[in-house]
């Protein structure tokens, strides 16, 4: 996968029939509810109080299904097999999008209204299934670029359908049966579409289906809490729903008050928003080089905070001109500083939310994930509320919409703060991110060779005092690292390596009881199943070549039999951070930066084979010439 694209798997039938269902199921349901939007405030000739009570009951009525049935959604996810389950939501959608029409005709808003808490219900159900089938269908160095992708499909689908349901009710009196030919067409593709989708087999069929929704909601958010970086990965998804929320819901009102625009400029301020939320998802594989990389989360919520504000600042007054269309806004002095403080905003906020999905769908038991989903859903739903009930609040003590815009980004760094905190986790790994990929061009080779599952321990040649940054940086799992105390304390990455809960050791004349400390806890690691990594030369190497491995691997290896999995750096010696090859002995002086390097993983070799001398000859030849 490091040499191919996340587009690669828009040819694959794994993949691309799903991406293109739940493209069009996100394309679908907000094409019925702008048409529905558009039918009710402008062609049935209501007064303002019932359009205002219509439009702040059709958010509440469509939230309520997560409510109550996303824990009914997450069991059946894991008991039946999954392309089934999808193929009976297409077939609701239908039946849904059959009755719409006949309600369009009718001007029947009740009916309306029913139809919009299917559709609630078509996607609380279909939620759990839409993230639980990613990681049975994907690789896990393919997981970070399909879960990009499907957020840039939903994103844009969803500006898409909104544009043309939109779009389609307003063409007077052909518009209701326009709209109709649409909801229903898409709806007949999108089921005729999940027929290729491949099985995918339940992940609980002996679950035993509990029919009472309230103590199974209790149950799913037991799954959520029980794993903490799952935990706190939901309410950051949560957070981003309660941020997106209020930005979202404020923009009308924004574009008319305070752009000075019409439709056409509430059309294009979506657009850029939804543009720029799926660059960033897509740019997220690329970005995280193909794995998992959390510290891509602290990157996002600081641009969403930064552009957050300068909204605020790019507009703080009412327009002094109204009724401007698209092309007008843009030409009006200060709009391009608006519109990119949107578009990064949707930037930021695809690098954010990305890497969270696919750290739950990474973490999460696969037995347990469809439930997970549904806690994740009914705790977004929450969060949603909270967001309406935020913003009302705010409007209510008359604070205009920018100041709303500037205390939800300032309320952003008090959350982020918060979780980073809670969490160090995430920001050690944004630290390791910036540091390595400023410095360093790093090429993998053999990632594959280092198990999902299961204990391991890495033997890796020592070069300089970034390494143990650029193997955690690469390696998919999380790794301890075994490293020589004064490392461990240097000044600044002190905090990295204790968030990355790395093991220090000194030599036996130096310090016998941190040897020995160091020792158990290598064990207790080993033990639990966690990947250790270990510098064998035990210090840096003072001329670019490797120093003979010293035998505490063999002691490690006796006490705790695990597979040992030769690791070689390449193309450090010389580059920052490295020691200096002076005759005077001088080092540490940086010699290039951006340097060209290389981590090339060899086969494991049973704990019974391995000794120092053949790891050490393993590793040499991994590593080769290329010092």
């Known amino acids: 996968m490091s040499g191919s694209s996340q587009f690669d798997l828009l040819r694959t039938r794994r993949f691309a029939p799903f991406f293109a269902t739940q493209a069009l199921s996100a394309f679908n349901d907000n094409a019925f509810r702008q048409a529905m939007v558009v039918l009710v405030a402008f062609h049935l000739g209501l007064s303002d109080h019932a359009v205002g009570f219509y439009s702040n009951l059709a958010p509440a009525l469509f939230i309520l299904p997560f409510f109550l049935f996303s824990a009914s959604a997450g069991q059946l996810a894991e008991k039946f097999e999954k392309t089934r389950l999808i193929r009976i939501v297409k077939l609701f959608e239908i039946a849904a999008m059959a009755l719409a029409a006949y309600a369009f005709h009718a001007k029947n808003v009740p009916l309306l209204f029913g139809v919009l808490v299917m559709m609630g219900l078509h996607s609380t159900f279909f939620g759990p299934i839409k993230y639980s089938i990613l990681p049975q269908a994907l690789k896990p160095e393919e997981l970070v670029g399909g879960n990009g992708l499907v957020e840039m499909g939903t994103s844009l689908a969803i500006l898409f359908g909104m544009i043309a349901g939109g779009s389609l009710m307003a063409l007077g009196g052909v518009g209701p049966s326009a709209a109709s030919c649409l909801v229903v067409g898409v709806a007949i593709v999108g089921y005729w579409i999940s027929r290729t989708i491949p099985p995918a087999p339940a992940t609980a069929p002996a679950l035993r289906f509990n029919w009472n929704p309230f103590t199974e909601t209790v149950q799913v958010l037991g799954f959520v ?3 903490r970086t799952v935990f706190n990965s939901v309410l950051g998804v949560s957070w981003f729903w309660f941020f997106g929320g209020v930005f979202i819901a404020q923009l009308p009102n924004y574009t008319k008050l305070f752009l000075g625009g019409t439709a056409s400029v509430a059309i294009l301020v979506l657009a850029l928003f939804s543009i720029g939320v799926g660059v960033g998802s897509l740019l997220c594989e690329r970005l995280s080089g193909h794995k998992v990389e959390i510290g891509l989360v602290p990157f996002g919520s600081i641009g969403l905070s930064l552009f957050g504000i300068d909204l605020y600042f790019a507009r703080p007054g009412l327009a002094m001109t109204h009724d401007l269309g698209a092309f007008a806004f843009l030409a009006a002095p200060g709009s ?7 578009t990064l905003l949707g930037v930021f906020a695809g690098f954010y939310i990305v890497p969270l999905f696919a750290l739950v769908q990474s973490r999460a038991p696969r037995s347990e ?6 806690g994740n859903n009914i705790i977004n739903a929450l969060f949603l509320v909270a967001a309406a009930a935020f913003g009302i609040g705010l409007g209510a003590l008359g604070v205009s919409i920018p100041q709303i815009f500037l205390c939800t980004a300032l309320l952003n760094v008090l959350v982020a703060i ?3 905190t809670l969490v160090p986790e995430f920001l050690m790994r944004f630290l390791s991110w910036i540091l390595v990929n400023t410095l360093y061009r790093i090429k993998p080779q053999g ?6 599952e299961g204990a391991a321990l890495l033997v890796c040649n020592h070069v300089s005092y970034m390494d143990a940054l650029i193997v955690g940086g690469v390696v998919r799992r999380p790794v301890r690292f075994v ?12 905090f990295i390596f204790r968030t990355a809960k790395a093991i220090p050791i000194a030599g036996r004349k130096e310090d016998p009881a941190l040897l020995d400390r160091a020792f158990a806890q290598i064990d207790r690691a080993l033990a639990d199943g966690e990947l250790v990594c270990l510098f064998p030369e035990g210090g840096l190497t003072r001329d670019g070549e490797i120093a003979p491995f010293r035998s505490g691997l063999e002691q490690i290896l006796a006490r705790r039999p695990v597979p040992a999995i030769p690791l070689a750096l390449r193309g450090l010696w010389g580059s920052v951070f490295s020691r200096r090859d002076s005759a005077l002995g001088r080092s540490r002086l940086p010699r290039r930066l951006w340097s060209h390097i290389a981590l090339a993983v060899g086969a494991p070799v049973p704990p019974q084979e391995a000794d120092a001398a053949m790891l050490e000859q393993r590793v040499r030849e991994l590593r080769g010439a290329w010092a």
């Open 225 to 227: 809490n029980k794993n």
């Open 447 to 452: 990632l594959e060779r280092i198990p999902d």
């Open 418 to 420: 918060t979780i980073y």
């Open 336 to 342: 391009w500083r608006i519109a990119l403080d949107l």
């Open 483 to 494: 490293m020589y105390y004064k490392i461990f304390n240097i000044p600044g990455l002190r």
């Open 369 to 374: 994930l469809s439930r997970v989903i549904a």
